[in-house]
């Protein structure tokens, strides 16, 4: 029989760092699952390098404390700060941080990285804590029978497919291709045909039944008046291309995306072997309110952005959602929260908001220890109503 143990190492009001997860499954598979709270390195000056240096040293204590190392890591989100609206700043800013990625790696932990990575240029607010010039949130997996390589995380019987995001950017011959013009529809099904389900087809795999959940990034700063008519085309596309086997997730504006003449970069999440695919039969804001996978007698539950203007509200709709799907609750089977807090009209009333949104998620949490999280500033999340939003990964035995 099943069984799964989560431990919140060292919690403080807002987050556990990091989340740590032990389960056996029906075929007496032990895994573990690591997923440290998004991390900074201001403890160092304020450039590239030095935070970047502080970034590993952080992440790398949340890994040993669970055991693991920099090998067992199979996802990397890297979240920018945005340096300007310029985008030759940007481009600059992308290169210097690329640079000095890898290399550094290598140097603090002695030995290349083999997960996938997605970043993106956020927002000039950037994060909780004002000086960072960038967050970075990152995944790992080890087990007897666990292989990690090529955006993927094979358990044996089934294989987690979370390849890189992706954009347009391709070769056709000689020529780099990175736009294919003003219609942001024709990018999205583009990148979804070409850059994923084509791969996965020759994988025997099908893109569109068997992908659970979807983070949608639509670049917006060479034309913030469009903010929100390009994003709700890509989301109509997406929901075009998906119909009824909608994935949970996300659509949210960013600055820019790595590829700097693109608008849209959807990163999916895909299952296939042995595994049983559960949708909530419901939609909000485009998505499955939240998707079930089943593998081995163990339940993951991945619930959309909800948004909102009240943190405990949000939490409690998340509660709600992962109990419909078969858990306990929230409380007792959240691995991971994902915060998305909308900036005001000035930088001092955005820093205002999230302090009331943290006071409010912390009221929800007092008396237990709360799941692994990383928050960003954002122009928004799935809707222009929301002020702020939460998404959440959850697991269970059963």
Known sequence: MAQVNIIRHKPITIFSNPTEVIYRDDQNNVVRLIEPSGNVGTQYPNDIGSEWFGTIENLNAALQVCGVNWSDVYKTDVLWTTPSGDRDECDRFK????????????????????????????HPEGFPDPVSLFEV????????????????????????????????????????????????????EFVFDEMYAKGFAEQGIDFKSQTVFMEILVAVDDAPDKTWERINTVRKAFEDYFGDNRPAGLIYPVSRIPNLDGVVEPQPRVVSGDVEIIRSGELEDGFSTWNAIKYGGVTEVMVSAVGGDDASAMLGTIDGRVKEAGGNGLKEDGIFNNAYVITQETSAASREWIKTFNESFTAYYDGWSPAGRTAQFMGGIQQPQYNSGISNRAIFAG
Request: charged content about 20%.
């Open 95 to 122: 290169d210097d941080f690329n640079a000095v990625y890898g290399a550094m790696i290598d140097k603090v932990t002695g030995g290349p990285l083999r997960s996938n990575r997605m970043a993106r240029f956020t």
């Open 137 to 188: 949130q990152i995944k790992a997996a080890s087990g007897a029978n666990v292989q990690i390589g090529g955006g993927k995380i094979d358990y044996g019987y089934w294989v987690d497919h979370q390849p890189s995001g992706a954009s347009v950017m391709h070769k056709k011959g000689d020529e780099l291709i990175t736009t294919l013009g003003p219609d942001v529809a024709k990018e999205t």
